[in-house]
């Protein structure tokens, strides 16, 4: 995987090819993927799966629709015969597109060790360590199921208006699943680990992803049913910022606002938090799971206040969406492979560190619900309604956390939680999750410290 994807003279060849019946813009996007996943389940290794691929989509604008082909494989027959594809249905002349220069190599994110030169029994031996330190948490420990992943991914893109860029991205993940059991009662928790690095990155923590797995699953055993009705909530550091990812995230984004299916459409410039609250999109972030150089349009990658201090300030742009409104896109066209097309997608979406402390934002709780990890939710982005499910949640009693709880969901508003949170913690944390959208499903960051919320429906089982 050293060779160049795509030389200049071919990409502006696979151009003229795509605009040769018209069109105002076409773009070719080229790949090329290696991945490997290990699973591990009661110590054994049960799944070593490798894949490799090689592939380019090419697209071609003309007015409001585009046309879009694919095809296996980087020859220059298959370029051409893709582009032949996109342009088929045109019939309006000739477009010449801008000679496309050579390319313009992103900045790369620090891999020491890359994990191609790392032998597979090393891997599976790091998810053996990973189901032994989950089962000396305790002996109701009873299940481990462990993975890990890898993924090399290079790209080049290259469009009509003299665009040629490239990245070479990779990631590694490593997953824990641990089941807990006790006089005929069940509990699983989850941990991930994961980041744009090398095999470093697993494998200094892998004993701490199984350890909190497990740690989750026994803590849910004492757990109680969770509380209902409407009270303070604080959601925990880290993957906690899922919860801002999803009931905000989403209707940030660009073609959501355009379709008038967002509900912070035309509310750019006003207060939709508190001061205190400042929050961004920004695949620059070092080693981060949703970080890249660019993204799958040629545009750099970059830091997106979405809100500052309380107020609306951007959406999330691919370039058709940016011309639309006639603005600059954010760096958020992303696809899941050369087989899709652009859409605007999150990349790293957190919240900024406060200055609040989270034993003291708790301590100020009479009575309420802390939420420290999610299973999933729904949001609806044009009104901004969400329901997510909680993993693991405390009741608050008294300033202080007390009995975990089970089968907590949080209902809500995103509009109005937002509105809500009069405290931000200063215990900033970042994790991996992957986010689906129109059928595509792309790694995403998500973060934040500790957030309180003034007020939230919790729906449980205990008045």
Not at 32 to 44: D, K, P, V
Not at 387 to 392: D, I, L, R
């Amino acid at each position: 995987m050293s060779e160049e994807l795509l030389a200049p003279e071919l990409a502006t060849r696979a151009l003229e090819r795509a605009l040769a019946r018209g069109g105002e813009f076409a773009e070719v996007f080229c790949e090329e993927r290696a991945t490997l996943t290990i699973g591990l389940e009661e110590t054994r290794v049960e799944r070593v799966r490798t894949g490799r691929e090689r592939g380019a989509g090419l697209r071609v604008v003309s007015g409001e629709v585009t046309h879009f082909a694919h095809v296996d494989g980087l020859a220059e027959e298959d370029l051409l015969a893709a582009a032949e594809a996109a342009s088929s249905a045109l019939a309006d002349g000739r477009t010449e597109p801008v000679p496309v220069p050579a390319a313009a190599a992103a900045p790369g994110q620090a891999i020491e060790i890359p994990p191609a030169e790392v032998d597979d029994a090393s891997k599976a031996e790091l998810l053996r360590g990973l189901d032994q330190h989950a089962r000396e948490r305790g002996s109701a420990v009873s299940a481990v199921i462990g993975s890990y992943g890898e993924e090399r991914r290079r790209v080049a893109v290259a469009n009509s208006e003299g665009t040629h860029a490239t990245d070479d991205r990779t990631r590694v993940r490593l997953g824990a699943q641990a089941v807990a059991r006790r006089n005929g009662e069940a509990e699983t928790g989850h941990e991930t680990l994961g980041g744009h690095r090398g095999f470093e990155l697993v494998a200094e923590q892998a004993a701490g992803v199984g350890e909190r797995a497990a740690d989750r699953a026994l803590t849910m055993l004492d757990a109680g049913p969770a509380p209902a009705g409407t009270m303070p909530v604080v959601v925990g550091g880290g993957f906690g910022g899922v919860l801002f990812h999803e009931m905000t995230g989403h209707g940030l984004e660009a073609d959501h606002v355009q379709k008038g299916a967002s509900v912070y459409e035309g509310r750019i410039g006003e207060s939709v938090a508190e001061p205190l609250l400042t929050a961004y999109d920004d695949g620059r972030l070092p080693n981060e799971w949703g970080t890249e150089g660019i993204d799958d349009e040629g545009t750099p990658m970059q830091r997106t206040a979405v809100i500052e201090e309380g107020q609306l300030r951007s959406f999330l742009y691919d370039l058709l969406r940016a011309r639309k409104d006639g603005v600059s896109s954010t760096g958020n066209g992303r696809r899941e492979s050369f087989r899709h097309l652009p859409i605007p997608r999150m990349t790293n979406t957190y919240i900024a560190p406060g200055d609040a402390d989270p034993e003291a934002m708790i301590s100020e709780v009479k009575r309420g619900f802390y939420a420290v990890a999610f299973a999933g939710g729904q949001v609806e982005p044009a009104t901004g309604d969400f329901v997510f499910g909680v993993s693991e949640g405390y009741l608050i009693e008294d300033g202080r956390p007390t009995r975990p709880c089970k089968g907590a969901t949080l209902i809500g508003n995103g509009l109005e939680a937002l509105r809500a949170i009069d405290a931000v913690g200063s215990d900033f944390e970042m994790k991996t999750g992957f986010c689906g959208k129109g059928g595509q499903s792309v790694p995403v960051g998500t973060g934040q410290g500790h957030v309180r919320i003034r007020e939230l429906t919790v729906g449980g089982t205990s008045l």
